[in-house]
């Protein structure tokens, strides 16, 4: 009796799953990360950005009854780990971000806008530095009107 086969027996299964294994298990270690990781510097570095210009806008928006400002300080030794926004005057802190592990952030590290959205005395005047995977990402706030800049790639 000779019939068709209509499935594949549990051994031919096993076999094919071991043979898939054994080439992930080898493929897997060699796969580059680097252009993730180049992604993950730039979001970061222009979520850094907006943050900083968020800030700017709230000390603009809430200047009548706030004339300390907004700050944004980058947290945890050079390369930082994470940032917060804060209200000057109450010294709550309106929000906060962590940054991956694999993401180098330095440089500048307080930058303090008054009610009229420039930098005030006391902020940094280095800019921020964002890296990964060999892309670096400059955000650079100019004092004199508050403005921020990300360059880079």
Do not use: W
């Not at 917060?84 to 592990?101: F, M, P, Q, R």
């Not at 993401?103 to 800019?127: H, M, V």
Request: glycine letters at 10%; proline letters at 3%.
């Amino acid at each position: 009796m000779t019939g068709k086969r209509t499935a594949y027996s549990l051994v031919e299964m096993i076999v094919v799953v071991m043979i898939l294994g054994a080439i992930a298990f080898i493929a897997i270690p060699r796969i580059n990360f680097t252009g993730l990781y180049r992604k993950q510097a730039n979001a970061i570095a222009k979520q850094i950005a907006t943050d900083l210009r968020r800030t700017r806008t709230l000390a603009i928006s809430y200047a009548a009854n706030n004339t300390k400002g907004y700050y944004l300080q980058m947290v945890g030794s050079s390369p930082y780990a994470s940032y917060k926004i804060v209200d000057t005057n109450s010294a709550a802190t309106v929000d906060t971000l962590t940054i991956d592990s694999p993401i180098s952030c330095t440089g500048g590290s307080l930058f303090k806008f008054g009610p009229l959205g420039n930098l005030l005395s006391g902020s940094s005047a280095t800019p921020i530095s964002v890296s990964s995977g060999g892309k670096t990402y400059t955000i650079t706030v100019i004092s004199a009107t508050g403005i921020v800049q990300c360059a880079g790639g």
